[in-house]
């Protein structure tokens, strides 16, 4: 069975940083992607965020994070972390990990096939 789980959500104010972690297990597929994205509240959209490849030599981010927030990972079996820094009010939302099967570090939510239940993260002005 699959799971993901994201941990290092939390209540914090402007400027300050945060670290999620997603660890992934049960995937018998080795070389997959890991996708962050969020959904801010009263939105159904869930916007992309970054997302990093089996083995960090594609790196994508979202245009509101570039420059504040860093994805990495050690290798494919470690956790995948998102490194969070001068956060914003509009940064508030639910922040999801997600897998893919590709090598591709997409941007596009429907190329990955599992998801984790989400952590909260709330930035105060």
């Known amino acids: 069975q699959v799971q993901l789980v994201e941990s290092g959500g939390g209540l914090v104010q402007t400027g300050d940083s945060l670290r999620l972690s997603c660890t992934v297990s049960?995937?018998?597929?080795?070389?997959?992607?890991v996708g962050w994205f969020r959904q801010a509240p009263g939105t159904w959209e869930r916007e992309f965020v970054a997302?990093?490849?089996?083995?960090?030599?594609?790196?994508n981010y979202g245009d509101s994070v570039k420059g504040r927030f860093t994805i990495s990972r050690d290798n494919v079996k470690n956790p995948v972390n998102l490194q969070m820094n001068s956060l914003k009010p509009e940064d508030t939302a639910i922040y999801y990990c997600?897998?893919?099967?590709?090598?591709?570090?997409?941007?596009?939510?429907?190329?990955?096939?599992?998801w984790g239940q989400g952590t909260q993260v709330t930035v105060s002005s």
């Open positions: 997600a897998t893919s099967q590709d090598t591709l570090a997409s941007r596009d939510y429907t190329r990955y096939d599992y």
């Open positions: 049960g995937l018998t597929f080795m070389y997959y992607s």
């Open positions: 997302a990093i490849n089996w083995n960090g030599g594609r790196i």
